[in-house]
T-cell receptor, first 113, second 115 residues
Framework: DGGITQSPKYLFRKEGQNVTLSCEQNLNHDAMYWYRQDPGQGLRLIYYSQIVNDFQKGDIAEGYSVSREKKESFPLTVTSAQKNPTAFYLC????????????FGAGTRLSVL | AQSVTQLDSQVPVFEEAPVELRCNYSSSVSVYLFWYVQYPNQGLQLLLKYLSGSTLVKSINGFEAEFNKSQTSFHLRKPSVHISDTAEYFCAVSVISGGYNKLIFGAGTRLAVHP
């Protein structure tokens, strides 16, 4: 089955800890994205990557970091600098930078202990 | 700046009744429009899209949306809803930003279908 796999489904972070959310896709898509979803606010773009070894900040990148070493993988690290990390995190991919259609994973819910 | 406004945060409706979820966007350039659906604790699924051509687009499960350029709207409708339609619905617009197609989302409308 082709798709986007996010893991873990639930994640807990302690104060001062960095945590990494995994996103893997087997759709052969070039572009990948990370969004944060908070109740009543829709989705906001954290980072995006159009090709391997390249990524750009989105609208709310502070306190987050990413890497894109492989086409299939786009992990997101929530650093200790992110003071309000509790949210639902969604990864998406699209065929390329010119593609309008994004496909989403099932999400990771991050909570602070 | 482009933005998407979903006018209702929650829409309660009885089963088999019609429903309309409203979406307005602001953009001075050509846009591509989408409706995504999110079931509890799941990711977003593409419900339907307007890229070009006919302004009325339909999904396989009975939803439809009409692109109205003069009113900058893309309202979602279904003539008869089912319990299984209970979900959150997001309207989104795709615009070119920094050389790539950026999706801008509305805040979402929670559709609650009651028996």
């Amino acid at each position: 089955d082709g798709g986007i796999t996010q893991s873990p489904k639930y994640l807990f972070r302690k104060e001062g800890q960095n945590v990494t959310l995994s996103c893997e896709q087997n759709l052969n898509h070039d572009a990948m994205y990370w969004y944060r979803q908070d109740p009543g606010q829709g989705l906001r773009l954290i980072y995006y990557s159009q090709i391997v070894n390249d990524f750009q900040k989105g609208d709310i990148a502070e306190g987050y970091s990413v890497s894109r070493e492989k086409k299939e993988s786009f992990p997101l690290t929530v650093t200790s600098a992110q003071k309000n990390p509790t949210a639902f995190y969604l990864c998406a991919s699209s065929l390329g930078q010119a593609s309008n259609i994004q496909y989403f994973g099932a999400g990771t819910r991050l909570s602070v202990l | 700046a482009q933005s998407v406004t979903q006018l209702d945060s929650q829409v309660p409706v009885f089963e088999e009744a019609p429903v309309e979820l409203r979406c307005n966007y602001s953009s001075s350039v050509s846009v591509y429009l989408f409706w995504y659906v999110q079931y509890p604790n799941q990711g977003l699924q593409l419900l339907l899209k307007y890229l070009s051509g006919s302004t009325l687009v339909k999904s396989i499960n009975g939803f439809e949306a009409e692109f109205n350029k003069s009113q900058t709207s893309f309202h979602l409708r279904k003539p008869s809803v089912h319990i299984s339609d209970t979900a959150e619905y997001f309207c989104a617009v795709s615009v070119i930003s920094g050389g790539y197609n950026k999706l801008i989302f509305g805040a979402g409308t929670r559709l609650a279908v009651h028996p």
